[in-house]
């Protein structure tokens, strides 16, 4: 391949590793410092980087606080895709419905190679809310409850995959999620059909969720609730996770009646 090719394909995979990193802000921004050490390339590099993306109108600079957003370019584009996938006008019947019958904030998420993104929240009535889940936050496969009920119906091959990183979900959230402790929560989200996260990223604070599977079969999506423990004690966990396998399975099933849904 000539070298122009691979320098070109190189420059992309850095902007789309720091537009992910943005996108994972909270509202504040992303510093400078931080976009730098989580890409792991050069601060020059990501400086430079970033004000090309900004002149685009792909990211926004703050000048007073000097924190990174998402730009209007990328709201422009994202609208015009928007229209070739169907999923988040589907969902949000049962995201309503699972809010309006359980109080707890209901999310959509969807698989992206190695993560899962939160496309949709809708908030129930609960006035106590847990705020770890919100509109474009990333999680490896694997982390809340989204992710545990992906990753549960995926081949064994591709688990092994995922857990082999080197220790990096266990640096990055804690004993918790350790390799032989995500198995051991796979293993009983598979049991039951449905995930349940008890206050493993943040204390306090629990989710269930539920895979939705393509015309495949893969699983694809993954409807969740969240919200304080109190709330997801075990006498109610069996009701909330009938409620959302009952939705994600009519989620799946409008999907596969779909001419294009895309993932």
Not at 8 to 33: D, N, P, Y
Not at 49 to 72: I, K, R
Not at 179 to 200: Q, S
Request: charged letters at 25%.
């Amino acid at each position: 391949m000539p070298e122009k090719q691979v320098q070109g394909a190189q420059v992309v995979s850095r902007v789309a590793r720091l537009l992910r990193i943005v996108g994972r802000a909270s509202e504040s921004g992303a510093a400078l410092g931080d976009i730098v050490q989580a890409s792991g390339l050069t601060r020059p590099t990501v400086y430079r980087l970033l004000n090309s993306l900004a002149a685009e109108g792909l990211l926004d600079h703050h000048a007073e606080t000097g924190s990174w957003h998402l730009g209007p370019e990328l709201y422009v584009l994202g609208s015009v895709a928007a229209n070739r996938f169907a999923i988040e006008d589907l969902a949000r019947p049962s995201l309503q419905r699972l809010a309006d019958e359980t109080g707890e904030s209901a999310f959509l998420s969807i698989r992206r190679g190695d993560e899962t993104v939160c496309l949709v929240r809708v908030e129930g009535s609960f006035p106590v809310r847990s705020f770890v889940l919100h509109e474009g936050v990333r999680f490896p496969l694997g982390i809340a409850s989204a992710g545990l009920a992906i990753m549960a119906f995926l081949e064994a091959e591709e688990i092994d995959r995922l857990l082999d990183d080197g220790g990096a979900r266990l640096q990055r959230f804690g004993p918790a999620h350790a390799p032989e402790k995500i198995r051991k929560n796979l293993a009983a989200t598979r049991e039951r059909g449905y995930t349940v996260n008890p206050g493993l990223i943040l204390e306090g604070s629990w989710g269930m969720g539920a895979a939705v599977f393509d015309r495949q079969g893969r699983p694809a999506w993954a409807l969740s609730l969240t919200g304080i423990e109190q709330r997801f004690r075990p006498d109610r966990q069996e009701f909330l996770g009938k409620l959302l396998l009952e939705e994600a399975h009519k989620l799946t099933l409008k999907l596969r009646e779909q001419p294009t849904a895309g993932r």
